[in-house]
């Protein structure tokens, strides 16, 4: 029988990262209703382009960001070097693709392979769930 060795070492994320180490944690837990209370209150949420976002989670292969868009703003085209998931939890957003349009209601959840070419517009006030995932090692803190 072989055993397999873990690369995965909990906690050894956080010691790599200069800045918001504990955003590496071995144990995240987030109310996001209170996270969105905390975004309304920032200076961004006030200027252009009518959004705001906090990171949630940051190990250096994997990104949660927790993002509010106004109603009728939009976040500029643009492409990741990993693989996306958009969890939309209030309002609407429509992803706008090379080929396509993608609305997302509430509940919804959309994910793009790395390199897809998108921009988003939020039709009415909307916050989301961005994760970002990248090959181990690709990317550096």
């Known amino acids: ?11 050894e994320a956080s010691k ?16 996001l209703q209170k996270e ?10 006030q200027r252009e382009p009518g959004r705001s976002s906090k990171p949630l989670a940051k190990y250096p292969d994997f990104r949660i960001i927790l993002v509010l868009m106004k109603a009728k703003t939009q976040m ?8 996306v998931s958009i969890h939309h939890l209030r309002g609407t957003i429509r992803v706008h693709l090379p080929d396509q349009k993608v609305n997302l209601s509430a509940g919804q959840l959309l994910v ?8 988003i517009e939020a039709v009415e006030e909307s916050p989301f769930l961005l994760t970002i995932a990248w090959p181990k090692g690709a990317l550096e803190s």
């Open 1 to 11: 029988m072989t055993t397999k060795t873990s690369t995965c070492h909990p906690g």
């Open 16 to 31: 790599a990262l200069n800045r918001l180490p504990q955003l590496a944690s071995p144990l995240l837990q987030f109310n």
């Open 36 to 45: 969105l209370q905390q975004l309304r209150r920032k200076d961004s949420w």
């Open 76 to 83: 500029t085209e643009h492409r990741a070097e990993g693989r």
């Open 112 to 119: 793009l392979d790395c390199g897809v070419l998108h921009n």
